[in-house]
Structure formats: structure tokens, C-alpha cells
């Protein structure tokens, strides 16, 4: 079912900041940035390698998933994403097998993918996201 | 410097029943199983694509780094491992960067790599190793 990771979704206080972190640290080059209102966030894609990306994340509001996040647990890693092919066909068998989902639908996520969110007590604690990436 | 997301370091309590939830639920298969006593832990690297896995950590006492961090956080991510092409050479550059390092010199990790932890509070919050593979 999962074909990759996808990416590493971390959440910062300052994406700018982190972003050049980052770039100047490990080399890392930012592909994509943007600003997704109905999750909260700003972010950046930084390419590790083909398909695989850490995700910075900052915060649009304190109470956005991401703003209690930092609040609760300071920065760090926020969820992990992995590539799947079909992330509503994914969501159903996963459905089926009891794991309790975060979106019962796919919705938007970075760079045009669709994107689903297993729930962490599910996945031994670890927010899980399902990403299919635009063909 | 990162030539990959080399592996999503995932700490629990229970290696085997957590490894039979990714086999089952998400299709993942183990390509590697070993005990690192130096860091106090029974592992497992499961397969999600060629050079990407993940890895779940068990630890094999209480006071161990694994098993402190469960103590405190609960089941979840405990790590990223990124791949380079040589380890020493990153550590180097890095340490001449000023980022503080868990390991001053590469160790021992999983399937033969050199591995080297950097600290997280010199990366957001998030426990980074670096991963030189077996060639």
C-alpha cells in the first residue's frame, strides 16, 4: 500500500528561519512553498530526494493543529507522510481493517496531492498521513 | 549532503505486535531484525521503498535512550535518519557549522551502516542521524 515516504512533517515557530536552517545546513533546496488556510499552515517542501521532502511547518493560528502542536510539544516531528497510489482506495481498506481515521475523504494537500490523515492512537502514536501526489 | 529519508525511527513497547500492525495494515514487509545493545534496543527495519524504511525500536531496558523517551512521550516518532554519502565527512562539516552532535565519531547502526546522531536542539527539535550505508 505505501509506496514511499513521502515526507516529514515538522513543525517550526519560524518557517523563514527554518527554511534557511535547512538550506544552509544540509543542502536542502526548497521546492515548493504555500499557505494551506483550512489546515492552518504555512509551508515548505525541501527535496531530499525524488518524491521525498521534509515539510516545514508553521503555524497560520494559535489553534490550528499545528499551533496546539508547538504549544503542547514545542518543535519536532508532526506526522510522517507516505506515498500511496490510490489514497481513497487506501483509506477504505484501512476503514475496513478498524484503523480510525482522521478524514473519512481525501482532502487538498501540498502541491496538489490528495490527502488523508490516520489517527495517531491508531498508528502507535505516529500522525499518519496518505499522500497521493498529482500524476 | 542528505541523499535520502533513510528511515522514520518509531519508538514502542512491543517490537513484535508492532510489527505485525505494519504488516498487516499497511503491507510493509521486514527486510531486517537485530538487537543493538549499545543503544539498548531490539529493532526491526521494515521496507517501504529501495533504501526507505521504517524502523521500530523496542527498547531493552528502561534507562536506555529509547526507553527514556517512552517514559516521557508515550509511542511515536523518536528519530529521522537521513542518508549521506559519507558520514564522516557530513559529521565534519556539520561540527564545523556549530551543530551539536550526539556523536562525535560514526558508530555502529542498523544493517551495517555508520550511523551518527545530531542533537535536537540544534535541529528544531528533531533527533536527526545520519546514515552512511554498507556499500
Same mark, same amino acid.
Given at each position: 500500500?505505501?509506496?514511499?515516504?513521502?515526507?516529514?512533517?515538522i513543525a517550526c515557530h519560524d518557517?523563514?528561519?527554518k527554511?534557511?536552517?535547512?538550506?544552509?545546513?544540509?543542502?536542502?533546496?526548497?521546492?515548493?512553498?504555500?499557505?494551506?488556510?483550512?489546515?492552518?499552515?504555512?509551508?515548505?517542501?525541501?527535496?531530499?530526494?525524488?518524491?521525498?521532502?521534509?515539510?516545514?511547518?508553521?503555524?497560520?493560528?494559535?489553534?490550528?493543529?499545528?499551533?496546539?502542536f508547538l504549544?503542547?510539544n514545542g518543535e519536532g516531528v508532526h506526522?510522517?507522510?507516505?506515498?500511496?497510489?490510490?489514497?481513497? /482506495?487506501?483509506? @477504505?481498506? #484501512?476503514?475496513?481493517? =478498524? %484503523?480510525?481515521? $482522521?478524514?473519512?475523504?481525501?482532502?487538498?494537500?501540498?502541491?496538489? /496531492?490528495?490527502? @488523508?490523515? #490516520?489517527?495517531?492512537? =491508531? %498508528?502507535?502514536? $505516529?500522525?499518519?498521513?496518505?499522500?497521493?501526489?498529482?500524476?
Amino acid at each position: 500500500m505505501l509506496t514511499r515516504i513521502d515526507h516529514v512533517g515538522i513543525a517550526c515557530h519560524d518557517l523563514d528561519a527554518k527554511v534557511a536552517f535547512y538550506e544552509t545546513t544540509f543542502g536542502l533546496t526548497v521546492a515548493h512553498r504555500e499557505t494551506n488556510e483550512e489546515q492552518g499552515v504555512h509551508e515548505a517542501m525541501l527535496l531530499v530526494a525524488p518524491g521525498s521532502y521534509v515539510q516545514l511547518l508553521q503555524p497560520t493560528r494559535p489553534d490550528s493543529p499545528v499551533g496546539k502542536f508547538l504549544a503542547r510539544n514545542g518543535e519536532g516531528v508532526h506526522h510522517i507522510g507516505y506515498g500511496v497510489d490510490d489514497v481513497e /482506495a487506501a483509506l @477504505a481498506a #484501512l476503514g475496513a481493517k =478498524g %484503523v480510525p481515521l $482522521v478524514d473519512e475523504r481525501p482532502r487538498h494537500g501540498s502541491m496538489g /496531492a490528495s490527502i @488523508a490523515f #490516520l489517527h495517531p492512537r =491508531g %498508528v502507535g502514536g $505516529v500522525l499518519t498521513e496518505l499522500v497521493q501526489s498529482l500524476p
